[in-house]
Nanobody, 128 residues
Framework: QVQVVESGGGLVQAGGSLRLSCTVS????????VGWFRQAPGKEREGVSC????????YYADSVKGRFTISRDNAKNTLYLQMNSLKPEDTAMYYC?????????????????????WGQGTQVTVSS
């Protein structure tokens, strides 16, 4: 049974930073692409960032490029999202995802259907 558990969300002022973490079990972590999606109230879910199995290929949404950094620690089966210079528009529920079959292409926006395994989400709220 695959379990995906996020942590690290919270309330932060605009311009601040947060680091999200995600631990995956029941899946060969280092053989899986991983990533983060987010969904704000009244908006569609969007792919924020993805990272390939090897860590050599990444995708970032244009809205977070230069501010967010995705990374993974395969020894700990853990994925991270370092979020800097946060803006009120970053407020959303953030979901960790994993899939052994997805191929990360830096220029290709991921779709929710691309990932089979999802966490329950962690709330990020950025106050102005």
């Amino acid at each position: 049974q695959v379990q995906v558990v996020e942590s690290g969300g919270g309330l932060v002022q605009a311009g601040g930073s947060l680091r999200l973490s995600c631990t995956v079990s029941g899946l060969t972590f280092d053989a899986s692409a991983v990533g983060w999606f987010r969904q704000a109230p009244g908006k569609e879910r969007e792919g924020v960032s993805c990272l390939s199995k090897s860590g050599g290929s990444t995708y970032y949404a244009d809205s977070v490029k230069g501010r967010f950094t995705i990374s993974r620690d395969n020894a700990k089966n853990t994925l991270y999202l370092q979020m800097n210079s946060l803006k009120p528009e970053d407020t959303a529920m953030y979901y960790c995802v994993a899939d052994p079959n997805y191929i990360v292409v830096p220029t290709h926006k991921p779709d929710s259907d691309d990932f089979d395994y999802w966490g329950q989400g962690t709330q990020v709220t950025v106050s102005s």
